[in-house]
């Protein structure tokens, strides 16, 4: 049987489907609860956010870090309690298999990835085991997730995952076109909260609830790749400036790197992501997968769409390396048209990185 949050039982709350199935997408009014997540009505941090639904592993054992970091693309030797990091699992041709959201307490470290994961995850990682100190197991079942912008001071006795997004990670490297300081993903701090999945609806209260579609309207606005969204069978880091937060250029080997290196060192992703304002004037929203054209050229898809309560109707789309930046596109969703004028996320020439004369690109440390 498929996943069904108790918050479902909250007045007003109507379910999502796709990748957030099992939870809920909003309560009532979604505008509303956006304002209230983001802080412009009361304080910020007012409203928090039910993604129960999430999967979560853990690991534990004295060789889980150093184990970890010959796996992934992190570097997750030196990593210190409570602090939040990303890894990525890569395949041999460098394209993306897992993204994980990683804390570790001290004797346990948490991996907490999207819905329906943990359990492939957690096969993944015991094939990998061999004669080390180290347990794998899926907890989802005794675990929830609560997304909230800001600390919750109520909840400090929780391990909390701070999402590093957007800043640019030690051996990490941006392909953004923009520097860091000037990052849209600045306005949105996110933290996901680990709570006991017996204690879900007490922990909660009577703190307001924004659902999914609120949270997915911020995660677009600050430019932040989600997995089973912005990815796809073919997809690799530098695609989603996913350097930035969840590769350590300077680490040992691991499985992927040598794409990683390559594309990095001597070429260019085959495509970009793009952040899209659409036109408004259709009050829909354009489904995830939808054709993006530059005149009646296919030149990529939408990835993720959202209402924003500041912005308006707004995208994430991967689109092809040599698109012209400054062309306005066209989104087709089976026949209704949205005048789409993008935002460069990925550099048009990222991967070029001999001679290059952008130096907020480096990573500062």
């Known amino acids: ?90 395949t041999v041709q460098g394209r993306i298999e897992f993204d994980a959201r990683v804390v570790d307490d001290g004797e346990t470290t948490w991996l907490i990835v999207e819905s329906g994961e943990a359990a492939p995850l957690a096969e993944w990682l015991n094939r990998m085991k061999f004669m080390l100190r180290v347990e794998i197991a899926d907890v989802s079942g005794g675990w929830a997730v609560l997304g909230s912008v800001t600390e919750v001071p109520e909840w400090s006795e929780h391990l909390v995952w701070v999402d590093p997004w957007p800043h640019i990670g030690v051996g990490g490297y941006s392909y953004a076109a923009i520097p860091e300081d000037q990052h849209p993903g600045l306005e949105r701090p996110w933290r996901e909260y680990l709570v006991p999945a017996l204690e879900l609806e007490a922990t909660v209260g009577d703190r307001p609830l924004a659902g999914v579609w609120a949270a997915e309207a911020l995660r677009l606005a600050a430019w932040r790749p989600r997995r089973g969204a912005e990815t796809d069978e073919k997809t690799i880091p530098h695609e989603l400036d996913l350097l930035r937060t969840a590769v350590h250029m300077n680490k040992g080997c691991y499985k992927g790197q040598e794409t990683v290196a390559r594309v990095h060192n001597l070429g260019r992703p085959p495509r970009r992501l793009v952040f899209l304002q659409l036109d408004g004037s259709l009050h829909t929203l354009p489904a995830p997968g939808s ?75």
């Not at 412009?40 to 979560?56: E, F, I, M, N, Q």
């Not at 796996?71 to 990091?85: M, Y």
């Not at 054709?291 to 500041?310: K, M, P, Y």
């Open 1 to 90: 049987m498929s996943y069904l949050s108790p918050l479902l039982n909250r007045t007003g709350a109507v379910q999502a489907g796709g990748l957030d199935a099992g939870v809920a997408a909003h309560y009532g009014d979604p505008n509303r609860e956006q304002r209230l997540l983001a802080g412009y009505l009361g304080k910020p941090g007012s409203a928090v956010v039910d993604l129960s639904h999430r999967g979560v592993v853990t690991v534990t054992g004295p060789d889980r870090l150093s184990w970890l970091n010959t796996l992934s693309s992190q570097d997750t030797t030196k990593l210190a309690p409570n602090v939040g990091t990303e890894l990525l699992l890569l």
């Open 291 to 365: 054709e993006v054209l530059l005149d009646e050229r296919v030149v990529g898809t939408v990835t993720s769409a959202a209402q924003h309560f500041e912005i308006g109707p707004i995208a994430l789309a991967l689109v092809k390396r040599n698109v012209d930046p400054d062309a306005v596109l066209t989104v087709n969703d089976n026949g209704e048209m949205y005048p789409a004028n993008q935002e460069i996320i990925v550099a048009t020439d990222a991967g070029q990185v001999v001679g290059r004369q952008t130096g907020f690109l480096r990573a500062p440390r």
